[in-house]
T-cell receptor, first 111, second 111 residues
C-alpha cells in the first residue's frame, strides 16, 4: 500500500518562530488533507489540498503531486499551535480505504 | 464545531460490560467512518459505511460491532473488550472519498 512519511517527528519552537512540516507519499494520490490534533484529541481540518497552494491566516500549504510531497508552513507560531499535525492521503488504488495517515509531527510551541 | 458529534466523550468500562458509542453528522454526507487511535500510534481505520452499507472492515475483532441505521448516525457496539482496546475512538464523515471531517472522539478506558 501507499506509504506516508512525515518529518520531523517532533519539533519545539519558540513562540513567534516559523516552521515547515513535510509529508512525503510513495504513490500518486487523489486527495491530501492536513489536520491538527489538539491536546484533547480533536482533529481539526487545516487544508484539503491534492495539489497547488492554499493559505489560511498564518498557515499555508503546498502540494507538489508530481514530486509526491506536501508542505505545511506555520508562521509566527503561537502556543495554541501546539499539538500533532497529520497528513493523510487518498490513494486511487486503496480500495475502500479512503485515507491513509502519516505518523504525525508533534509540535510544541513554548512562550 | 465540525458538524460531527460523538457521545460519550469519556467512557470507562469493565471487560464484561456492553456499551455503545454514538456518532452523528449534520453535514449531509453519505459516508461515515470509525477510527481507533492508540497512544502514540497513527490513526487506524476500523470501519467504513457508504450510504448505510459497510464497505470496509479492516480486520477488526468481532467484539467491536458497528451499526449504521442511516447516513447521519453511526454506532459502535462494544462487548467483552480487553485492556489493550483502551484508546481514542474517532468518528468521521464525508461525501464519498472526499474531504473528511472528524468528531471530538470518545476516550475509552477498559479496566
Amino acid at each position: 500500500g501507499i506509504q506516508v512519511e512525515q518529518s520531523p517527528p517532533d519539533l519545539i519552537l519558540q513562540e513567534g518562530a516559523n516552521s515547515t512540516l513535510r509529508c512525503n507519499f510513495s504513490d500518486s494520490v487523489n486527495n491530501l488533507q492536513w489536520f491538527h490534533q489538539n491536546p484533547w484529541g480533536q482533529l481539526i481540518n487545516l487544508f484539503y489540498i491534492p495539489s497547488g497552494t492554499k493559505q489560511n491566516g498564518r498557515l499555508s500549504a503546498t502540494t507538489v503531486a508530481t514530486e509526491r510531497y506536501s508542505l505545511l508552513y506555520i508562521s509566527s507560531s503561537q502556543t495554541t499551535d501546539s499539538g500533532v499535525y497529520f497528513c493523510a492521503v487518498d490513494h486511487p488504488n486503496s480500495g475502500n480505504t479512503p485515507l491513509v495517515f502519516g505518523k504525525g509531527t508533534r509540535l510544541s510551541v513554548i512562550a | 464545531e465540525t458538524g460531527v458529534t460523538q457521545t460519550p466523550r469519556h467512557l470507562v468500562m469493565g471487560m464484561t460490560n456492553k456499551k455503545s458509542l454514538k456518532c452523528e453528522q449534520h453535514l449531509g454526507h453519505n459516508a461515515m467512518y470509525w477510527y481507533k487511535q492508540s497512544a502514540k500510534k497513527p490513526l487506524e481505520l476500523m470501519f467504513v459505511y457508504n450510504f448505510k452499507e459497510q464497505t470496509e472492515n479492516n480486520s477488526v475483532p468481532s467484539r467491536f460491532s458497528p451499526e449504521c441505521p442511516n447516513s447521519s448516525h453511526l454506532f459502535l457496539h462494544l462487548h467483552t473488550l480487553q485492556p489493550e482496546d483502551s484508546a481514542l475512538y474517532l468518528c468521521a464523515s464525508s461525501h464519498t472519498r472526499n474531504e473528511q471531517f472528524f468528531g471530538p472522539g470518545t476516550r475509552l478506558t477498559v479496566l
